[in-house]
């Protein structure tokens, strides 16, 4: 053994952090929270696989005597997931684009220009997200049965009541707030001399916006992009409150579909939410790496 090998034990052994106490128990809560969070999704992945006898019989906490893809066919048909996704991408991905262009739109102005009515502008669009939305529910509901608007817009209802624009735009009111506050924090650590590089060059504002700007929050707009699909697709409440066609609904309503009014398989509502999660974890595999990116911006120092 040469006097290398073992100067590079040696400091090895060093730099190795002692067990305490304190990291043990950090560690012993990451682990029991992990399982804690998991064990729903794994139990529901579980029963979706076990048809309805098979748990009537032995119970839900049984091993499985029989498994299968039943229950998976039976819900794509049932409950006519196809449809309803599609119903789903008509509403998420028109409010994404527009969340993130109206909240990059603000957030430009308020970070890069110096205004009187900055921060009152930022808290004006930050109020939303401080606002129970149960609370606005009936006035909403209300106001919703009054605004018209045409046939082709309301998909036939002549009313923002029961009509995609309808979900699209209580979606954009909402979100906007938090993704502006978000992208005007990191606009404001772009450097200042590009913008005036930029003026010096002879470029508009517009030009500074979309040529400039808009490029360098990619990352930002990426993990805004993964989180606000997850919450608009997965929405439930104004789904319900704002829609009353069965065949307008988006994916996540629908699964009441497959409730019966004596009888609800549970086995067949598992197996179909198995299949509604699975664009959020399609999503967020795609943009993984730019969601984890843009959670990590400002993270490290230099």
């Known amino acids: 053994m040469t006097s290398a090998t073992v100067a590079a034990r040696t400091r090895a052994a060093t730099r190795r952090k002692p067990l305490r ?76 684009a527009l969340i993130l262009l109206l909240a990059a739109s603000v957030a430009f102005v308020v970070s890069r220009f110096s205004f009187w009515f900055n921060v009152p502008l930022l808290i004006f669009f930050m109020a939303a997200n401080l606002l129970p ?36 735009a209580i979606n954009v009111a909402f979100q906007t707030g938090f993704c502006t506050f978000v992208l005007s924090n990191y606009m404001k650590t772009l450097p200042s001399s590009l913008g005036e590089a930029a003026r010096v060059d002879g470029a508009s504002v517009l030009r500074q916006f979309f040529g400039i700007i808009l490029p360098l929050t ?59 999660a699975l664009p959020t974890l399609i999503v967020f595999a795609a943009l993984q790496k730019q969601f984890v990116s843009g959670l990590t911006l400002g993270a490290r120092k230099g």
């Open 133 to 168: 939305q149960q609370v606005i529910i009936t006035p909403l509901y209300e106001l919703y049965l009054r605004i018209p608007l045409p046939g082709w817009l309301s998909g036939g209802s002549g009313l923002a009541y029961d009509s995609f624009i309808g979900l699209i």
């Open 218 to 276: 990619r990352p930002a707009l990426a993990a805004l992009a993964t989180l606000e699909f997850t919450w608009i697709y997965n929405d439930f409440l104004w789904a319900v409150v704002l829609m009353s066609s069965g065949d307008k609904r988006p994916i996540t309503s629908s699964l009441t579909n497959l409730q019966g009014v004596f009888f609800t398989d549970n086995n067949l509502i598992a197996a179909a939410s198995v299949l509604v």
């Open 21 to 96: 106490l304190p990291r043990v128990g950090l560690h012993v809560f990451l682990v029991a929270t992990a399982i804690v969070w998991i064990a729903p999704v794994g139990w529901a992945v579980f029963t979706s696989f076990r048809p309805y006898a098979d748990t009537a019989k032995y119970g839900y906490v049984s091993i499985p005597h029989t498994l299968g893809l039943a229950n998976y066919r039976n819900a794509w048909s049932q409950g006519q997931i196809p449809l309803h996704f599609w119903n789903s991408m008509i509403i998420t991905i028109p409010a994404i």
